[in-house]
């Protein structure tokens, strides 16, 4: 079966930029869609179809995919984004989601 | 406001069964195709099935099928997991979600705060 392979942890200064990949062989012929999940609480979905954002989800994240690599980024980083994220894809060569392992990220 | 509400989670011997529920409101229920996704205590997100929109589509994680049947009751907004030959790795919260409206899946869009199911002896 198909692997999302995430960072398992990132770590950035207050105002930085930070930086989730999520790679995979399938990745290149399926939309990618991330999801935030704080501590306690259910996830959000933050990105989806590779770049784009639901309403309320602001601006300083977005998405991004090339080739076998998709990406979230989030600049202008505060305390209150640290959670883990997930990618996710439809796989429909055996009809099956797959979520990455999930990245956390750590806002120092 | 979307509202997705789970329960029906429990502590449960292994080799037993459960039945988990979702009501929804807020949504067009009919028109979502819906999905059960789990977190076991301390680990990531696994998907577990998801049906359409009629129910004449359904799919299953391999680690779940031939165990737990996902079904769906449009005039009641209600989704539902039996889970039968409950195992001790079953043990997470189950989260129901909705994807956006569509004939096919895509995104997960709305999430309720989930039902812990608890499997052991």
């Known amino acids: 079966s198909h692997v999302l392979t995430q960072p398992p942890s990132v770590s950035v200064a207050p105002g930085q930029t930070a930086t989730i990949t999520c790679g995979g062989d399938r990745l290149a012929f399926t939309s990618v869609h991330w999801y935030q999940q704080k501590p306690g609480q259910a996830p959000v979905l933050v990105v989806y179809?590779?770049?784009k954002r639901p309403s309320g989800i602001p601006d300083r994240i977005s998405g991004s995919r090339s080739g076998n690599t998709a990406t979230l980024t989030i600049i202008w980083v505060e305390v209150g984004d640290e959670a883990d994220f997930y990618c996710?894809?439809?796989?429909?060569?055996?009809?099956?989601?797959?979520f990455g392992g999930g990245t956390k990220l750590t806002v120092l | 406001e979307a509202q997705l509400v789970e329960s029906g989670g429990g502590q449960v011997k292994p080799g037993g069964s459960l039945r988990l529920s979702c009501v929804t409101s807020?949504?067009?229920?009919?028109?979502?195709?819906m999905n059960w996704v789990r977190q076991a205590p301390g680990k990531g997100l696994e998907w577990v099935a998801s049906i359409s929109l009629s129910g004449r589509f359904i799919f299953y994680a391999d680690s779940v099928k031939g165990r737990f049947t996902i079904s769906r009751d449009n005039a009641k907004n209600s989704l539902f997991l039996q889970m039968n030959s409950l195992r001790v790795d079953d043990t997470a919260l189950y989260y129901c979600a909705a994807d956006e409206g569509t004939e096919t899946p895509v995104e997960m869009r709305y999430w309720g705060q989930g039902t812990r199911v608890t499997v052991s002896s």
């Open positions: 996710q894809v439809w796989d429909n060569t055996n009809d099956h989601r797959l």
């Open positions: 807020g949504i067009n229920f009919r028109i979502h195709y």
């Open positions: 179809d590779d770049r």
